[in-house]
């Protein structure tokens, strides 16, 4: 399999997270792997065939992710035909270059539909990933599944929800890392003008009811086609706990992972989802669990894979890409 992974920017790639360890996989498994940011594609003249200043990816048995990941920036470029590739990964987060590099934004989402529709294999489905990107995309599942919400660029109305629904999250409508996600008491909450303020300054706001249990953080359950995503006997699922008085369970803002035992509310929450995911074409989602809620599905650039690696030794990035190189031959 020829496989491009497709990223913001090769130089500012992090060795420990998800996307080198798919790379890692896919080198391992025998496949011809190549990186390529944002910034390094073209589109020729004539028929407008899309070639990338690609770097290729070589894995050597002394190597360590760094030293991996390392030699894979030191590489030259070579000219890469992406119309010649069999996969691309869509492995660019478009919220961080939103603000500093909007143009680079909605490009993983373009190119990916250009390639896509000249019969390369693009994961996840660039048509729907637009869509998928926004916390908007989980009010299109099944209500029992997820906390009441509202969408807004409206301060009263946020206000309002909060009456209503009493103890809630706010945060941005397009966010990650857990930046400008507060929790809101009810309506009187002291600072509530200057949080949504803050939230607004992103975009539209998603505001949640706060789900039972959150205090304690929320389950991070990766799913493969539509099915829970498990290597040998262990499922690729933990829990996150918030440090001190966060709530924010992100491992980026403190929060640490502990092992997670899936059960009825889980595996009910997956069968609920499946059907939809596979029909939009989400190949590798991870999905935030509360309880017995969802509060948000991870559609790009899923990370975390790491913390599966150190809390039950196992590695599930070669089944990942043992279902991509399926997907190919379909």
């Known amino acids: 399999m020829k496989l491009a992974f497709f990223v913001n920017d090769v130089p500012t790639e992090i060795d420990e997270y998800t996307t080198t360890r798919l790379a890692r996989a896919a080198v391992q498994g025998g496949h011809q792997v190549w990186y390529v940011g944002v910034g390094d594609v073209d589109a020729g003249p004539g028929d407008g065939e899309l070639t990338a200043r690609a770097r290729a990816a070589e894995f050597q048995d002394d190597d360590t992710l760094a030293t991996f990941m390392d030699r894979i920036k030191e590489r030259d470029a070579e000219r890469l035909v992406l119309d010649d590739l069999d996969a691309l990964f869509l492995r660019n987060e478009s919220i961080d270059d939103l603000r500093d590099r909007p143009w680079a934004s909605p490009l993983g989402v373009v190119f990916g539909q250009l390639l896509e529709s000249r019969g390369v294999t693009v994961v996840n489905n660039p048509s729907c990933l637009g869509r998928a990107t926004s916390k908007l995309y989980l009010e299109e599942f099944p209500a029992k599944i997820r906390p009441r919400s509202l969408v807004t660029r409206d301060p009263e109305a946020i206000e309002q929800f909060a009456a209503e629904v009493g103890h809630c999250v706010v945060k941005p409508l397009y966010g990650s890392k ?153």
Not at 300 to 325: F, H, K, M, N, W
């Open 178 to 330: 857990g930046r400008n996600v507060f929790m809101i008491e009810d309506q009187d909450e002291a600072n509530l003008a200057q949080m949504t303020e803050a939230v607004l300054e992103d975009g539209y706001a998603i505001a949640q009811e706060f789900v039972d249990g959150g205090e304690d953080g929320d389950a991070r359950i990766f799913l493969l086609e539509g099915r829970l995503l498990e290597c040998d006997g262990k499922p690729a699922a933990f829990r996150r706990v918030p440090t001190g008085n966060d709530p924010r369970a992100n491992i980026s803002t403190g929060g640490h992972p502990v092992p997670l035992e899936i059960g009825a509310a889980e595996r009910g929450i997956i069968e609920a989802m499946s059907e939809k995911l596979v029909a939009d074409g989400m190949f590798f989602v991870g999905i935030d669990v509360i309880g017995s809620k969802v509060v948000e599905i991870n559609a790009e650039s899923p990370g975390g894979v790491q913390s599966i690696e150190r809390l039950y030794g196992v590695d599930i990035c070669p089944t990942v890409i043992d279902a991509l190189e399926r997907r190919t031959n379909r």
